[in-house]
Protein backbone atom coordinates (compact mmCIF):
# COMPACT_ATOMS: atom_id res chain seq x y z
CA UNK A 1 0.00 0.00 0.00
CA UNK A 2 1.87 3.38 -1.34
CA UNK A 3 2.61 6.10 1.59
CA UNK A 4 0.49 9.53 1.03
CA UNK A 5 2.87 11.79 0.96
CA UNK A 6 1.20 14.83 0.87
CA UNK A 7 -1.98 14.30 3.43
CA UNK A 8 -2.60 16.91 6.02
CA UNK A 9 -4.07 15.46 9.56
CA UNK A 10 -6.57 18.03 11.02
CA UNK A 11 -4.29 17.96 14.31
CA UNK A 12 -1.37 19.29 12.52
CA UNK A 13 -2.93 22.31 11.14
CA UNK A 14 -4.03 25.40 13.41
CA UNK A 15 -7.24 23.83 15.67
CA UNK A 16 -9.36 25.07 18.10
CA UNK A 17 -7.75 24.16 21.52
CA UNK A 18 -11.07 21.97 22.32
CA UNK A 19 -11.24 20.65 19.15
CA UNK A 20 -7.78 19.56 19.76
CA UNK A 21 -8.43 18.41 23.32
CA UNK A 22 -11.81 16.18 22.27
CA UNK A 23 -9.46 14.43 19.52
CA UNK A 24 -6.22 14.07 21.73
CA UNK A 25 -9.06 12.51 24.05
CA UNK A 26 -10.13 9.98 21.38
CA UNK A 27 -6.64 9.11 20.71
CA UNK A 28 -5.75 8.20 24.59
CA UNK A 29 -9.09 6.25 25.05
CA UNK A 30 -8.04 3.85 21.65
CA UNK A 31 -4.83 3.54 22.68
CA UNK A 32 -5.40 2.18 26.46
CA UNK A 33 -9.16 0.41 25.28
CA UNK A 34 -7.19 -1.34 22.18
CA UNK A 35 -3.63 -2.17 23.84
CA UNK A 36 -1.52 0.41 22.27
CA UNK A 37 -0.39 1.65 25.70
CA UNK A 38 -0.03 -2.11 26.68
CA UNK A 39 2.31 -2.70 23.95
CA UNK A 40 4.67 0.72 24.52
CA UNK A 41 4.76 -0.21 27.93
CA UNK A 42 6.03 -3.75 27.45
CA UNK A 43 8.85 -2.80 25.02
CA UNK A 44 9.55 0.21 27.80
CA UNK A 45 9.84 -2.58 30.49
CA UNK A 46 12.16 -4.64 28.30
CA UNK A 47 14.37 -1.60 27.32
CA UNK A 48 15.15 -0.89 31.18
CA UNK A 49 15.26 -4.28 32.31
CA UNK A 50 19.36 -4.21 32.89
CA UNK A 51 19.19 -0.91 34.80
CA UNK A 52 19.34 -1.38 38.52
CA UNK A 53 16.16 -1.33 40.14
CA UNK A 54 16.83 1.17 42.88
CA UNK A 55 17.97 3.53 40.52
CA UNK A 56 15.60 6.79 38.91
CA UNK A 57 14.67 6.33 35.21
CA UNK A 58 14.43 9.16 33.14
CA UNK A 59 12.60 8.64 29.94
CA UNK A 60 11.92 11.25 27.15
CA UNK A 61 8.52 11.25 25.40
CA UNK A 62 8.67 12.51 21.67
CA UNK A 63 4.79 13.80 20.98
CA UNK A 64 3.73 13.63 24.27
CA UNK A 65 -0.34 15.07 22.90
CA UNK A 66 -2.27 15.45 25.85
CA UNK A 67 0.01 13.60 28.29
CA UNK A 68 -1.76 10.14 28.89
CA UNK A 69 1.59 8.48 28.29
CA UNK A 70 4.02 10.15 30.72
CA UNK A 71 1.53 9.50 33.36
CA UNK A 72 1.36 6.05 32.42
CA UNK A 73 4.89 5.83 32.70
CA UNK A 74 4.80 7.33 36.06
CA UNK A 75 2.04 5.22 37.18
CA UNK A 76 3.84 1.79 35.64
CA UNK A 77 7.32 3.08 37.59
CA UNK A 78 5.13 3.40 41.05
CA UNK A 79 3.39 0.08 40.39
CA UNK A 80 6.86 -1.81 40.34
CA UNK A 81 8.20 0.37 42.82
CA UNK A 82 10.62 2.19 40.76
CA UNK A 83 11.21 6.22 40.45
CA UNK A 84 9.99 7.04 37.03
CA UNK A 85 10.73 10.65 36.03
CA UNK A 86 9.49 11.87 32.27
CA UNK A 87 9.84 15.03 30.15
CA UNK A 88 7.09 14.71 28.03
CA UNK A 89 7.81 16.98 24.42
CA UNK A 90 4.92 18.30 22.27
CA UNK A 91 5.80 21.18 19.47
CA UNK A 92 2.07 22.38 19.81
CA UNK A 93 1.39 24.70 23.16
CA UNK A 94 -2.00 23.81 23.21
CA UNK A 95 -1.02 20.29 23.58
CA UNK A 96 1.61 21.62 25.72
CA UNK A 97 -1.27 23.31 28.06
CA UNK A 98 -3.28 19.69 28.22
CA UNK A 99 -0.57 17.41 29.02
CA UNK A 100 0.48 19.91 32.21
CA UNK A 101 -3.39 19.79 33.26
CA UNK A 102 -2.79 15.99 32.95
CA UNK A 103 0.53 16.02 34.97
CA UNK A 104 -0.65 18.36 37.63
CA UNK A 105 -0.92 15.73 40.42
CA UNK A 106 2.46 14.13 39.32
CA UNK A 107 5.64 15.95 40.27
CA UNK A 108 7.45 13.20 38.36
CA UNK A 109 6.70 15.17 34.93
CA UNK A 110 7.84 18.04 33.35
CA UNK A 111 6.18 19.71 30.11
CA UNK A 112 8.29 21.21 27.55
CA UNK A 113 7.29 22.43 24.12
CA UNK A 114 10.00 21.65 21.69
CA UNK A 115 10.55 20.00 17.98
CA UNK A 116 11.41 15.94 17.61
CA UNK A 117 13.85 16.51 15.35
CA UNK A 118 15.77 19.17 17.80
CA UNK A 119 15.31 17.50 21.05
CA UNK A 120 16.47 19.60 23.47
CA UNK A 121 18.40 17.16 25.47
CA UNK A 122 22.43 16.51 25.27
CA UNK A 123 23.53 12.73 24.15
CA UNK A 124 22.59 9.97 26.42
CA UNK A 125 20.67 12.86 28.64
CA UNK A 126 17.91 10.48 29.33
CA UNK A 127 17.84 6.41 29.79
CA UNK A 128 15.35 5.95 27.01
CA UNK A 129 13.18 8.09 24.87
CA UNK A 130 9.56 7.03 23.96
CA UNK A 131 7.27 8.31 21.21
CA UNK A 132 3.72 6.98 19.85
CA UNK A 133 2.07 8.07 16.77
CA UNK A 134 4.22 10.76 15.97
CA UNK A 135 6.52 9.27 13.58
CA UNK A 136 3.47 9.84 10.48
CA UNK A 137 3.23 12.64 11.36
CA UNK A 138 6.52 13.68 10.24
CA UNK A 139 7.91 14.30 6.38
CA UNK A 140 11.21 11.45 5.54
CA UNK A 141 13.65 14.15 6.35
CA UNK A 142 12.40 14.84 9.79
CA UNK A 143 11.37 11.76 10.25
CA UNK A 144 14.73 10.30 9.69
CA UNK A 145 15.87 13.37 12.18
CA UNK A 146 13.83 12.33 14.79
CA UNK A 147 14.92 8.83 14.84
CA UNK A 148 18.70 10.25 14.45
CA UNK A 149 17.78 12.71 17.86
CA UNK A 150 16.07 9.74 19.87
CA UNK A 151 19.02 7.61 19.04
CA UNK A 152 21.40 10.42 20.45
CA UNK A 153 19.65 11.68 23.67
CA UNK A 154 18.24 8.15 24.87
CA UNK A 155 21.65 6.16 26.72
CA UNK A 156 19.58 2.97 26.07
CA UNK A 157 18.10 3.97 22.94
CA UNK A 158 14.33 4.81 21.88
CA UNK A 159 11.13 2.95 21.69
CA UNK A 160 8.89 3.98 18.33
CA UNK A 161 5.54 3.27 18.42
CA UNK A 162 3.36 4.06 15.38
CA UNK A 163 0.93 2.70 12.70
CA UNK A 164 0.98 -0.25 10.22
CA UNK A 165 0.12 0.58 6.58
CA UNK A 166 -2.02 -1.42 5.26
CA UNK A 167 -6.12 -1.87 3.86
CA UNK A 168 -6.83 -3.92 7.01
CA UNK A 169 -5.26 -1.36 9.45
CA UNK A 170 -7.20 1.50 7.76
CA UNK A 171 -10.40 -0.26 7.37
CA UNK A 172 -10.13 -0.71 11.37
CA UNK A 173 -9.40 2.37 12.54
CA UNK A 174 -12.11 3.92 10.05
CA UNK A 175 -14.67 1.27 11.62
CA UNK A 176 -13.17 2.06 15.00
CA UNK A 177 -13.56 5.81 14.94
CA UNK A 178 -17.10 5.63 13.79
CA UNK A 179 -18.81 2.65 16.18
CA UNK A 180 -17.20 4.61 19.07
CA UNK A 181 -18.56 8.05 18.24
CA UNK A 182 -14.70 9.76 18.07
CA UNK A 183 -14.77 13.27 17.23
CA UNK A 184 -15.52 14.25 14.04
CA UNK A 185 -11.09 15.24 13.34
CA UNK A 186 -10.57 11.39 14.77
CA UNK A 187 -13.02 10.03 12.34
CA UNK A 188 -11.13 12.05 9.47
CA UNK A 189 -7.28 11.77 10.89
CA UNK A 190 -7.65 8.07 11.65
CA UNK A 191 -7.38 6.45 8.52
CA UNK A 192 -5.06 8.98 7.10
CA UNK A 193 -3.23 8.44 9.94
CA UNK A 194 -2.51 4.81 8.78
CA UNK A 195 -1.88 5.85 5.22
CA UNK A 196 0.77 8.46 5.89
CA UNK A 197 2.57 6.03 8.22
CA UNK A 198 5.83 4.32 7.32
CA UNK A 199 6.61 0.68 6.50
CA UNK A 200 9.19 -1.66 7.75
CA UNK A 201 11.34 -1.34 5.21
CA UNK A 202 10.72 2.60 5.02
CA UNK A 203 11.71 2.51 8.94
CA UNK A 204 14.82 0.82 8.11
CA UNK A 205 15.49 3.37 5.67
CA UNK A 206 15.12 6.44 7.35
CA UNK A 207 16.92 4.43 10.31
CA UNK A 208 19.57 4.24 7.73
CA UNK A 209 19.71 7.41 6.74
CA UNK A 210 19.79 8.90 10.07
CA UNK A 211 22.98 6.53 10.90
CA UNK A 212 21.23 4.69 14.17
CA UNK A 213 23.55 1.89 14.32
CA UNK A 214 20.99 -0.27 16.41
CA UNK A 215 17.80 -1.17 15.02
CA UNK A 216 14.62 -3.76 15.54
CA UNK A 217 11.14 -3.32 13.92
CA UNK A 218 8.22 -5.89 14.24
CA UNK A 219 4.83 -5.85 13.49
CA UNK A 220 1.68 -6.35 15.21
CA UNK A 221 -1.07 -6.95 12.33
CA UNK A 222 -3.69 -7.48 14.64
CA UNK A 223 -3.13 -4.02 16.58
CA UNK A 224 -2.49 -2.18 13.72
CA UNK A 225 0.97 -1.04 15.47
CA UNK A 226 4.75 -0.60 14.14
CA UNK A 227 7.27 -1.52 16.89
CA UNK A 228 10.59 0.30 16.07
CA UNK A 229 13.15 -0.18 18.97
CA UNK A 230 16.47 1.32 18.49
CA UNK A 231 20.22 3.52 19.56
CA UNK A 232 23.26 3.40 18.43
CA UNK A 233 26.12 1.09 19.92
CA UNK A 234 28.33 2.63 22.48
Known amino acids: MRRVENGLEMLDRPTPAAERAAS ?3 VERLNARFGGDALTLRW ?7 LPGGRPVRILDVGAGGGALAVRLVEWGRRSR ?6 ALDRDPDSARLARAAAAAYPEIAVVCGDASALPVRRGGV ?6 LTLHHLAPENAAGALGEMARA ?6 VN ?3 RARLGVFLVWLTTRLLRCHRISRH ?5 VRRSYSPPEI ?6 ARVSRLEVRRYPWLARVITVGGNRS
Not at 82 to 87: G, K, Q
Not at 154 to 159: A, E, H, M, P, S
Not at 189 to 193: A, N, T, V
Open 24 to 26: LAD
Open 44 to 50: VTRALAG
Open 82 to 87: RTVRVL
Open 127 to 132: DLVVSV
Open 154 to 159: GRLGFV
Open 162 to 164: DLW
Open 189 to 193: DGPLS
Open 204 to 209: RALAEM
